[in-house]
């Protein structure tokens, strides 16, 4: 069991950045797979980015690729997402999620674990 706290999510303007942070409890943090996602007003939430447990592997949806940088520190027992170039589109809330298991799934039906989700809003 792994609790998860968001931080760092607030209203940027088109083209700037913000760094989210995911303080997980406990000392079993890396024992999990980490990732981010979103949901956006009036959509479904969708895969961001994820990261093994050791962090040498990640994955980025393809909308994000380039942009976002997902990393984390298990010494620190936090998760990041570091977003650059923000979009009016990439408003939505932000959730950081853990999985039982090392492989950075895509598919948030892997995560056991969420956050209460930390808002994001681009304005143009």
């Known amino acids: 069991q792994v609790q998860l706290v968001e931080s760092g999510g607030g209203l940027v303007q088109a083209g700037g950045s913000l760094r989210l942070s995911c303080a997980a409890s406990g000392r079993t943090f890396s024992s999990y797979a980490m990732g981010w996602f979103r949901q956006a007003p009036g959509k479904e939430r969708e895969f961001v980015a994820a990261?093994?447990?050791?962090?040498?592997?990640?994955n980025d949806a393809d909308s994000v690729k380039g942009r976002f940088t997902i990393s984390r520190d298990n010494a620190k027992n936090t998760l990041y997402l570091q977003m650059n170039s923000l979009k009016p589109e990439d408003t939505a809330v932000y959730y950081c999620?853990?999985?039982?298991?090392?492989?950075?799934?895509?598919?948030?039906?892997?995560?056991?674990?969420w956050g209460q989700g930390t808002q994001v809003t681009v304005s143009s």
């Open positions: 990261i093994s447990r050791a962090g040498g592997t990640t």
């Open positions: 999620a853990a999985r039982d298991g090392n492989y950075p799934s895509r598919d948030l039906n892997e995560y056991a674990y």
